[in-house]
């Protein structure tokens, strides 16, 4: 046997292996899953508790315990189950003498071909909503399918891996995301309004920045939900003075930077830049663009506060395993020692993360005894940064953080089911979760082949941040979240389709060829609806060329006239109650501080904060800002709120659109 059969042979083994072990795995994951389901029939989920606690309609209460007892089983028992299916398929394809293993390869391409179409029909018919949104019609589609042909033969006759040209046009792609990033997420006082992307997404990370920029403390005087970032980026505001503009063009920069970082490792590990070019496309429409071509909200909640240090972070890692660099490895520790303080979801996702993938490589390098050294380094940094924030904030407010109160907001919504919705069990979230174990298999053999490749470091870091980022998803199943944290699923995917091209230009197999150009029919879907997506974020009086007319525009807003008229009644530094859902401009503009320990508005979820409120109204409170949104919203239909102002308060002032009122009390 000549060298060229032989290594053609060990390829085919090695592919049987894998689809073998990914199919163990999977369905020992549906059969696990199909046994917690059965067996928990008999679990009450009791309300009681939740509606006793929670200012809140019983619709809103969906506890998923049983759903959550199978998520977090399958995540652990994942890594067992790879390692014994991977094995067993190894051991089996082994066994099997090479007359019958090349008989029955054929009809399994063919099986697996067959399987595809069907599962690929069945995901996408499953929900709509994924594909309405796009470029559907017949034009688009022709555009679509002459464009995958053409790449596809381009792609697989090509010998040149990248070309000036090809470097060029991925240079000018990422141009153009960090500029309509930029025009996506920038915008001044005179943009803002009444809409939902303002009063609810934007003023609930909003409010506590101007709370802190005004001397308050979080988690002494106000609890926020999305961690404790203003402190982080509180610096820089008193350098640059806090603004709605410098505030959103902070937050520009840092969906610049998480983009940056995707980009440039994405160049990094793929050999065609084709390829590259393609999958940053199709992770920008699908995890950016796609949602606001619904509603050009930037929110903010997600990009950047919940993806800029997962993305640093594989940007670190890529450097590490490139350099091995004790200082990369220290400064990816502090990195997810300063996640987890920044947003504590994604940053223990970080965190974790960052300690198994250092296990994983020392395991691959039989380097057992630095297991414990490296966890221990990564632990005490943890505990070091911690102490530091904590030492500065002591020394800055006189108080310590009450870290307590930090994971009050994750256990309202996951405890308690507030805002959950369940999962369905065939939806395209299964393609996500699939890629995400491929990625853990492709590790598992890279550990039994000692395989420490930068790619292979990098693809297991992404597998791993990816699983942890999918439980947003499990918690609150819309199909908006979903396309939220899958981003790093998009990164393997293009990374699987750059290895993919080179196996098919190696060895050429038929089932490989079909199943690039299945996924690349989706990725020039993505690139044909760009355009149309981009174009539906800019008209609307909430839309992007709103945004950025306001930035040269010297018209008086109705929100700018409700701030005239608080600037003018309440004296600057005092300390007032703002029950609006606008709260944090108020606040920053007349520079007050609230008197309570209160959250925003947006996040008060707790019946305790109402009964506070009500209570100074009652007791103590001299003067109280409200607008009628606020005081007429469906959460008070108890009236209290009203029922005191009739008795205690007079109104002294109404903005010029008579949203916003001022109280003063007038008996004691």
């Not at 009964?611 to 001299?622: F, G, N, S, V, W």
Request: glycine fraction near 6%; include cysteine.
């Amino acid at each position: 046997m000549n060298l060229h059969v032989q290594i053609g042979a060990t390829y085919k083994k090695k592919y049987a292996v894998r689809l073998l072990a990914l199919s163990l795995t999977v369905l020992a994951m549906v059969l696990l899953a199909v046994t917690v389901f059965k067996f928990s029939t008999d679990v009450v989920v009791d309300k009681t508790a939740a509606m006793e606690l929670l200012n809140a309609r019983e619709d809103f209460i969906k506890p998923e315990p049983v759903e959550r007892r199978a998520f977090f089983l399958l995540v652990f028992s994942l890594p067992l189950l790879l390692v014994v299916s991977y094995h067993v398929s190894k051991r089996a394809v082994a066994m099997l003498p090479d007359g019958l293993f090349h008989k029955l390869l054929k009809p399994l391409d063919l099986l697996v071909g067959i399987s595809i179409l069907i599962l690929s029909y069945l995901w996408l018919c499953s929900d709509n909503y994924f594909l309405a949104m796009g470029s559907t019609n017949v034009l688009s589609l022709m555009v679509v399918a002459l464009m995958t042909c053409g790449f596809y033969l381009t792609a697989i006759k090509t010998k040149v891996h990248s070309t000036k040209v090809a470097n060029y046009i991925f240079v000018s792609i990422e141009m153009i995301i960090m500029l309509l990033v930029l025009a996506s997420t920038v915008f001044n006082l005179r943009a803002v309004t009444d809409d939902v992307m303002y009063i609810v997404h934007f003023n609930a990370i909003f409010h506590a920045m101007s709370q802190v920029f005004l001397g308050k403390e979080l988690l002494v005087d106000l609890p926020h939900q999305y961690g404790l970032y203003p402190h982080i980026l509180e610096p820089i505001f008193r350098i640059t003075g806090l603004s709605v503009l410098t505030f959103t063009l902070l937050m520009g920069g840092l969906c610049i930077a998480t983009f940056w970082s995707i980009l440039k490792v994405l160049k990094a590990l793929t050999f065609d830049r084709g390829i590259a070019c393609l999958g940053v496309i199709t992770l920008f429409y699908y995890s950016y663009i796609f949602r606001m071509s619904q509603n050009p909200d930037p929110y903010f909640q997600y990009y950047p506060i919940r993806t800029v240090f997962p993305a640093l972070s594989i940007y670190l890692v890529y450097r590490y395993f490139k350099e091995r660099s004790k200082a990369c490895s220290a400064l990816l520790s502090v990195l997810g020692s300063v996640a987890l303080l920044w947003n504590f979801e994604t940053g223990f996702v970080v965190f974790a993360a960052w300690l198994m993938l250092l296990v994983i490589d020392r395991v691959s390098r039989r380097e057992y005894a630095a297991i414990p050294r490296d966890i221990s380094a990564g632990l005490f940094i943890l505990i070091l940064v911690v102490s530091l924030f904590s030492a500065a904030l002591y020394f800055r407010y006189g108080h310590l953080p009450d870290y307590g109160s930090f994971f009050m907001f994750q256990r309202i919504f996951y405890n308690y089911g507030f805002f959950m919705l369940p999962m369905e069990p065939f939806h395209p979230w299964n393609l996500v979760a699939l890629i995400y174990v491929m990625g853990l298999l492709h590790t598992i053999e890279a550990l039994y082949s000692r395989n420490d490749s930068v790619k292979a470091r990098v693809v297991a870091y992404l597998s791993l941040l990816g699983i942890g980022l999918f439980a947003y998803y499990q918690g609150r199943s819309h199909n908006e979240v979903l396309l939220l944290v899958s981003w790093p699923a998009a990164m393997l995917l293009t990374i699987f389709m750059d290895a993919l091209l080179a196996s098919i230009k190696s060895h050429g197999r038929l089932i490989e060829k079909f199943l690039f150009a299945g996924v690349l029919g989706l990725v020039f879907f993505s690139l044909v609806s760009l355009p149309k997506g981009f174009q539906a974020t800019y008209p609307g009086k909430n839309g992007i060329a709103a945004r950025m007319r306001s930035l040269t525009s010297n018209e008086t807003t109705p929100v700018m006239g409700r701030i005239d008229m608080v600037k003018r009644r309440i004296v600057k530094g005092e300390e007032v109650l703002i029950l609006s859902y606008l709260s944090g401009l108020y606040y920053l503009e007349s520079e007050t501080t609230n008197p309570l320990r209160l959250p925003g508005p947006v996040e008060m979820l707790l019946k305790s904060d109402y009964r506070m409120t009500a209570d100074y109204l009652e007791k103590r409170c001299p003067t109280l800002v409200i607008d009628r949104v606020f005081l007429e919203s469906e959460l008070k239909e108890d009236g209290a709120i009203q029922n005191i102002l009739r008795r205690k308060f007079a109104g002294i002032a109404v903005s010029p659109d008579s949203q916003l009122l001022i109280f003063r009390r007038v008996t004691q």
